[in-house]
């Protein structure tokens, strides 16, 4: 989600272009399963059909995998149009991936949200997930998951939306996944009950480095640039 090419305006993005990721029929057929177990999960906990927490178990479930894929989004869109990049994926599967599971971070993480508004325990209205600081629980931590929330969306609609935008623009919309992934840290950070230290020390330490990574290289870039022209 935070690719840092320096492709020219004219070039087709390689998210769009045609590949076996985000149009493979499996892929299609379990982000369907998944859609319905969520929906069907929300419905019987919105109509108390559950004898258990069943809420407050998808709520759980969905931040955590949710998190897992905006980390994995985040770490590996950095090295897209790299040299770090995986050279036995091909360019399209690539962004394809990264396509993908920037959707899925966004589809889970606004799930995640819409489970607290029927958790047995916590529930929240709608009103307190949409405007951040409004939550009679937790109201900083859930405010910065919808701060986080709503910055990932903006990214993921920049990719939507590129052909209309320059490329200044875009990389500097791209580059706001970064703030959105500190702002979801924090928010499971402050809000989770289970002890995910490991999980969460892991993923910044994941997303610094391949951050470090492409920004040396697009620094040494810019100096052979600089050299080369100062030479001509």
């Known amino acids: 989600m935070n690719d840092l090419t320096t492709s020219t305006p004219s070039r087709v993005p390689a998210a769009q272009s045609p590949n076996t ?3 493979h029929p499996i892929n299609a057929a379990l982000a369907f399963l998944l859609a319905a177990l969520l929906i069907g999960g929300f419905m019987l906990s919105a109509l108390n059909l559950t004898s258990g927490p069943l809420a407050y178990s998808l709520l759980r479930a969905s931040g955590i995998v949710a998190y897992l894929a905006l980390a994995m ?9 790299s040299r770090y990049a995986p050279a036995w994926l091909a360019r399209a599967q690539q962004y394809g991936w990264h396509g993908l599971m ?3 971070a966004l589809v889970l993480g606004s799930a995640h949200g819409l489970f607290l508004t029927v958790d047995g325990q916590y529930a929240q209205p709608l009103s307190a997930l949409l ?3 409004t939550s009679n629980f937790a109201p900083l931590a859930v405010g910065l998951g919808t701060l986080g929330t709503y910055t990932l969306a903006l990214v993921y609609l920049s990719t939507l939306w590129r052909k ?3 490329v200044r623009v875009w990389r500097a919309v791209h580059l706001m996944s970064y703030p959105a992934f500190a702002l979801l ?3 499971g950070i402050l809000s989770g009950s ?3 230290g490991l999980l969460y020390g892991a993923a910044v330490a994941a997303v610094t480095l391949t951050f ?3 920004f040396s290289e697009m620094v040494s870039h810019g100096s052979r640039r600089a050299t080369v022209q100062k030479g001509g």
């Open 102 to 104: 920037s959707g899925f």
């Open 131 to 133: 405007i951040p600081g």
């Open 194 to 196: 289970d002890n995910l």
């Open 212 to 214: 470090g990574l492409r």
């Open 164 to 166: 209309h935008l320059s």
């Open 21 to 23: 990721v985000t149009g």
């Open 185 to 187: 840290t924090l928010h």
């Open 73 to 81: 989004t985040v770490t590996f869109g950095a090295l897209l149009g």
